[in-house]
């Protein structure tokens, strides 16, 4: 997930892999492999063997989000990359990345990104 050459680092998963407290390495990595599962803080707290409360509190003191704005920012990158190196449709990225629905996912990538799903895959695509 490391850019090539000199471009700047602005990959989630490259800034969690170095973030202190590597209790949560195991569980990262299934958040990215799992991005179109339930993702709930209970799920999370049960797979990290936590109470909920116990989970969101250390998950956010070790890696400055909260478990549900983590999974948030891991789905928008992987529609990135979706968007960016395929021509499947909005929907169909909104459902293999794990949004509920079109209009959330594209709340999210604007939200997040500044711009529409659309706008941003043609950015991508002129250059």
Same mark, same amino acid.
Not at 4 to 24: C, D, I, M
Not at 107 to 114: L, Q, S
């Given at each position: 997930?490391?850019?090539?050459? /000199?471009?700047?680092?602005? !990959?989630?998963?490259?800034?969690?892999?170095?973030?202190?407290? /590597? #209790?949560?390495?195991?569980?990262?990595?299934?958040?990215?492999?799992?991005?179109?599962?339930?993702?709930?803080?209970?799920?999370?707290?049960?797979?990290?063997?936590?109470?909920? #409360?116990?989970?969101?509190?250390?998950?956010?003191?070790?890696?400055?989000?909260?478990?549900?704005?983590?999974?948030?920012?891991?789905?928008?990158?992987?529609?990135? #990359?979706?968007?960016?190196?395929?021509?499947?449709?909005?929907?169909?990225?909104? &459902?293999? =990345?794990? &949004?509920?629905?079109?209009?959330? &996912?594209?709340?999210? =990538?604007?939200?997040? =990104?500044?711009? !529409?799903?659309?706008?941003? #895959?043609?950015?991508?695509?002129?250059?």
């Amino acid at each position: 997930m490391r850019r090539s050459g /000199g471009q700047s680092q602005f !990959s989630n998963t490259l800034k969690a892999q170095h973030a202190e407290g /590597g #209790r949560f390495a195991d569980l990262l990595a299934w958040i990215a492999d799992n991005l179109a599962d339930d993702l709930s803080n209970t799920r999370l707290a049960a797979r990290a063997n936590m109470s909920d #409360r116990t989970f969101a509190r250390r998950f956010q003191s070790d890696l400055g989000a909260t478990p549900a704005a983590y999974v948030r920012l891991m789905r928008v990158e992987a529609a990135q #990359r979706l968007l960016t190196t395929t021509k499947l449709s909005s929907k169909i990225i909104a &459902f293999q =990345v794990g &949004f509920q629905s079109v209009d959330a &996912f594209e709340a999210a =990538v604007k939200t997040t =990104v500044g711009k !529409s799903p659309l706008a941003f #895959r043609e950015t991508f695509e002129k250059q």
